[in-house]
């Protein structure tokens, strides 16, 4: 029986994961590197570090770590101008009634997200206390595929793993929940993911009650 539903935050809840994209595309195109949409999926559920070693393998140089760094922090600087514009219209389609009934039925909500913007992000969709925990990219040491982000949520749920389903936009993510020993809901770009227990093109097209019926029992 499904107790929680932990859910990822860009590409899931809100549309943060198109400027992700934006603000990788302005530092790749200032860098001569190239970069295309088919490129960034790769970099969806993983760190900003991690993203940007997968961007930098199209890169005709090498860079020093402190040049790392420093093109981290100016895509971070892009995206958090992109996110001045967030609004709760930017939320996904199906998001608000899912949670509204999911919250009538008991379930309890969580974020499980590998970002470090998700406090301010969650303020801007007028939705920092829509969930009962967030864990996110400032609480964890192991980006996705590691389980820790939803380990963590569940813990603080107080809520076994195998009773909290996970609802991810990310191969990265859907790895990260099914090694986590949790159930796995795919939407969008991850719903080609082979091992992902339930699978929707986004959360507008899965009813609650196909949520919850999922057998947790096949999860180990
Ligand atoms: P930040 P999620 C992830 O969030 C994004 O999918 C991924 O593209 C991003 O690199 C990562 O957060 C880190 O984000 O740079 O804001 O710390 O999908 O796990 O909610
Ligand atoms: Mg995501």
Redo the contacts with the bound molecule.
């Keep these: 029986m499904i107790r929680a539903v932990i859910f990822?935050?860009?590409?899931v809840i809100v549309s943060t994961?198109e400027f992700?994209f934006r603000a990788w595309k302005r530092v790749a195109d200032e860098e001569g590197i190239p970069f295309t949409r088919q490129n960034n999926e790769r970099?969806?559920?993983?760190?900003?570090m991690e993203?940007l070693e997968i961007m930098l393998e199209r890169a005709a140089r090498k860079y020093s770590q402190a040049g790392k760094v420093a093109m981290a922090e100016r895509k971070?600087g892009y995206?958090r101008e992109l996110l001045k514009d967030l609004t709760p219209a930017d939320i996904l389609p199906g998001v608000l009634p899912v949670l509204d009934d999911l919250r009538k039925r008991g379930i309890k909500l969580a974020i499980g997200?590998?970002?470090?913007?998700a406090g301010p992000i969650l303020k801007a969709i007028g939705m920092e206390t829509a969930f009962d925990v967030v864990v996110d990219?400032t609480h964890i040491t192991q980006s996705?595929p590691d389980p820790e982000v939803f380990a963590k949520a569940g813990v603080s749920l107080g809520v076994p793993p195998g009773q909290c389903l996970v609802v991810e936009d990310?191969d990265a993510?859907v790895e990260a929940g099914l090694a986590a020993g949790m159930p796995v809901l795919a939407v969008g770009f991850a719903a080609a993911h082979p091992n992902a227990t339930l699978k929707a093109r986004s959360l507008a097209e899965i009813t609650v009650e196909e949520m919850l019926r999922v057998d947790t029992r096949e999860v180990s």
């Design positions: 990822d935050l860009d590409g994961d992700h970099l969806r559920g993983v760190s900003r993203s971070n995206y997200s590998s970002s470090k913007n990219g996705k990310a993510g």
